[in-house]
């Protein structure tokens, strides 16, 4: 059974709509209605509907535009569009936006019933390709595959050196390392100045099962692939996938794609699903880096787990490339940055208790050295030093102390530094949050005030930009900009003689009549009736 959402600016025809059909026969389920299209944008952000049946013209935002944004929210959702207007040419600007069916009025019930057996149909359809993608047998699939993984592991895999499989070892040459990629399906061109960026893909069932499998490749890119260039590989219990294209493309659809993955999951699959992304970066000889940078915002959680993890909204956004590490430091750093400080002592315990690595006097200075790279990427430079000095580290550190004072030493500092590094991340938090509030209330007049402008201008995601939002204020960014748009509006209305054409103006709306719309869905009165109210007193 579908859900399904029916936006409909005509009331009648609306009705006629919901109850006349005979909707569980056919395989739906009407989960809500909508008179506008702001209405419905609202709705497929809080029933995730899979299917929204629109007209093309309605009030305050066209079905057009209603495509756009609603893919942006739920890139797994279909659209049928059902209108009056026989232009072919209209309606393909929404075909990139998930159109599955374009209807066209007047339609009886039965040639409706008929349309929406088709849609269903060809949302079945849709669905068993996702589910047989997911257990695909195909031998030159699985072929493909394979070379893949045997060109790409090394590359995010290998701490050591880059070798790609099928390139020589004497060809320290990123022309050839590039024209493997073009081979694979990886990129379009070696010529075509494309980046690169690396998404670390894990699926659960339930809560704590990890139920990652080689198949889940297959679900994965046929996703992707429709975005951006792609392939992807299976490791110890995680996708990794390598996406391609220009960055204005990979700016734009890598949050679509990875949430139609997400969604994708829990609709087909029934399985919760995490992503983590690294940043972009031009040269696969850097995927190691970038792999690492995946694993990492994979590992961070805000107890939600419906939308992507970007590493540059999780950590300073300088770009450089890292030199090998031993995985011990590996998995400090990951720890240092992600983990509860119970696992972090468990980790250096085990460490330290080896009785081959244990007493190594290099692997203690690495240890010191990564704890001051994790804690300078992530706290403020005179933070580090207060701290430092409070440490009282000597260059001598290893020859006038026992291991065990080494030891001591560096568990304390490991703690001290995870302490800052999680205070100063909710400390950004709050911070971004605290800019984005004073943004609404100081722009509020601007129409074009958007979320995406806003996490633009503070240099994270929009996505990560809602979570937090709804996190630290408990309200989402169109509600909380709603809300103060009201308030200013209502003053104006009670302590001025403005016309209601210039508060609407004053208030971000160039169109009154939404601006009454969005007054008296938020007091239950219009803007005419409170004033006058007013004066009745």
């Given at each position: 059974?579908?859900?399904?959402?029916?936006?409909?600016?005509e009331?009648?025809?609306?009705?006629?709509?919901?109850?006349?059909?005979?909707?569980?026969?056919?395989?739906?389920?009407?989960?809500?209605?909508a008179?506008?299209?702001v209405?419905?944008?609202?709705?497929?952000?809080?029933?995730?509907?899979?299917?929204?049946?629109?007209?093309?013209?309605?009030?305050?935002?066209?079905?057009?535009?209603?495509?756009?944004?609603?893919?942006?929210?739920?890139?797994?959702?279909?659209?049928?569009?059902?209108?009056?207007?026989?232009?072919?040419?209209?309606?393909?600007?929404?075909?990139?936006?998930?159109i599955?069916s374009?209807?066209?009025?007047p339609?009886?019930?039965?040639?409706?019933?008929?349309?929406?057996?088709?849609?269903?149909?060809?949302?079945?359809?849709?669905?068993?390709?996702?589910?047989?993608?997911?257990?695909?047998?195909?031998?030159?699939?699985?072929?493909?595959?394979?070379?893949?993984?045997?060109?790409l592991?090394?590359?995010?895999?290998?701490?050591?050196?880059?070798?790609?499989?099928?390139?020589?070892?004497?060809?320290?040459?990123?022309?050839?390392?590039?024209?493997?990629?073009?081979?694979?399906?990886?990129?379009?061109?070696v010529?075509?100045?494309?980046?690169?960026?690396?998404?670390?893909?894990?699926?659960?069932?339930?809560?704590?099962?990890?139920?990652?499998?080689?198949?889940?490749?297959?679900?994965?890119?046929?996703?992707?692939?429709?975005?951006?260039?792609?392939?992807?590989?299976?490791?110890?219990g995680?996708?990794?996938?390598?996406?391609?294209?220009?960055?204005?493309n990979?700016?734009?659809?890598?949050?679509?794609?990875?949430?139609?993955?997400?969604?994708?999951?829990?609709?087909?699959?029934?399985?919760?699903?995490?992503?983590?992304?690294?940043?972009?970066?031009?040269?696969l000889?850097?995927?190691?880096?970038?792999?690492a940078?995946?694993?990492?915002?994979?590992?961070?959680?805000?107890g939600?787990?419906?939308?992507?993890?970007?590493?540059?909204?999780?950590?300073?956004?300088?770009?450089?490339?890292?030199?090998?590490?031993?995985?011990?430091?590996?998995?400090?750093?990951?720890?240092?940055?992600?983990?509860?400080?119970?696992?972090?002592?468990?980790?250096?315990?085990?460490?330290?208790?080896?009785?081959?690595?244990?007493?190594?006097?290099?692997l203690?200075?690495?240890?010191?050295?990564?704890?001051?790279?994790?804690?300078?990427?992530?706290?403020?430079?005179?933070?580090?030093?207060?701290?430092?000095?409070?440490?009282?580290?000597?260059?001598?550190?290893?020859v006038?102390?026992?291991?065990?004072?080494?030891?001591?030493?560096?568990?304390?500092?490991?703690?001290?530094?995870?302490?800052?590094?999680?205070?100063?991340?909710?400390?950004?938090?709050?911070?971004?949050?605290?800019?984005?509030?004073?943004?609404?209330?100081?722009?509020?007049?601007?129409?074009?005030?958007?979320?995406?402008?806003?996490?633009?201008?503070?240099?994270v995601?929009s996505?990560y930009?809602?979570?937090?939002?709804?996190?630290?204020?408990?309200?989402?960014?169109?509600?909380?900009?709603?809300?103060?748009?009201?308030?200013?509006?209502?003053?104006?209305?009670?302590?001025?003689?403005?016309k209601?054409?210039?508060?609407?103006?004053?208030?971000?709306?160039?169109?009154?009549?939404?601006?009454?719309?969005?007054?008296?869905?938020?007091?239950?009165?219009?803007?005419?009736k409170?004033?006058?109210?007013?004066?009745?007193?």
């Open positions: 059974m579908y859900t399904m959402l029916i936006a409909d600016d009331n009648e025809l609306r009705h006629a709509i919901v109850r006349t059909i005979n909707w569980n026969e056919i395989g739906f389920r009407i989960v809500g209605e008179e506008n299209g209405e419905a944008l609202e709705l497929v952000e809080q029933l995730e509907p899979d299917l929204l049946l629109t007209d093309i013209k309605m009030p305050f935002l066209s079905g057009i535009e209603l495509a756009r944004r609603a893919r942006n929210v739920r890139p797994v959702m279909d659209i049928a569009f059902l209108s009056g207007y026989d232009d072919f040419q209209y309606a393909q600007q929404a075909i990139e936006y998930n599955i374009y209807l066209l009025k339609l009886s019930a039965a040639e409706l019933t008929k349309e929406m057996q088709n849609i269903k149909n060809k949302m079945d359809e849709k669905f068993k390709k996702m589910q047989y993608v997911h257990s695909l047998s195909d031998f030159s699939q699985k072929k493909l595959e394979y070379e893949r993984s045997l060109y592991l090394p590359i995010f895999l290998d701490t050591v050196s880059l070798h790609v499989t099928n390139v020589p070892r004497n060809i320290d040459n990123e022309i050839e390392i590039e024209k493997r990629a073009v081979e694979l399906g990886l990129k379009r061109a010529s075509d100045h494309s980046l690169y960026c690396v998404l670390v893909i894990q699926f659960w069932q339930g809560e704590k099962y990890n139920c990652t499998e080689w198949e889940h490749i297959g679900f994965v890119d046929e996703i992707a692939k429709k975005y951006v260039c792609c392939g992807s590989v299976y490791s110890n995680k996708i990794i996938t390598i996406v391609s294209d220009n960055k204005r990979l700016d734009k659809y890598t949050p679509i794609f990875s949430k139609e993955i997400i969604q994708g999951a829990n609709r087909i699959l029934n399985q919760g699903c995490e992503i983590g992304i690294s940043k972009q970066f031009e040269f000889k850097n995927g190691n880096t970038a792999y940078e995946a694993v990492t915002a994979c590992e961070y959680t805000f939600e787990s419906k939308e992507p993890r970007f590493i540059s909204d999780m950590e300073n956004v300088n770009t450089y490339i890292s030199k090998p590490v031993d995985m011990i430091t590996m998995e400090l750093e990951r720890l240092l940055k992600t983990a509860e400080e119970d696992v972090l002592n468990a980790f250096l315990n085990q460490v330290f208790e080896d009785p081959e690595i244990g007493h190594n006097e290099f203690m200075m690495q240890l010191m050295s990564t704890i001051y790279a994790v804690l300078s990427s992530a706290v403020e430079e005179k933070e580090v030093e207060l701290l430092l000095k409070q440490m009282s580290f000597s260059d001598k550190l290893l006038r102390h026992s291991y065990d004072k080494i030891k001591e030493s560096i568990r304390k500092f490991a703690f001290m530094a995870h302490s800052m590094i999680v205070n100063q991340r909710k400390h950004n938090s709050e911070l971004i949050c605290d800019e984005a509030i004073q943004i609404i209330n100081q722009e509020y007049s601007d129409e074009n005030l958007k979320l995406s402008a806003i996490s633009e201008r503070l240099h995601s996505s930009l809602s979570t937090l939002i709804k996190k630290e204020q408990g309200d989402s960014f169109i509600s909380l900009l709603t809300e103060k748009r009201m308030k200013v509006a209502k003053e104006y209305l009670l302590c001025s003689s403005r209601i054409l210039e508060i609407a103006t004053a208030c971000g709306y160039s169109d009154h009549h939404y601006f009454s719309y969005c007054f008296k869905k938020y007091y239950g009165i219009s803007p005419n409170m004033r006058e109210s007013v004066r009745d007193v």
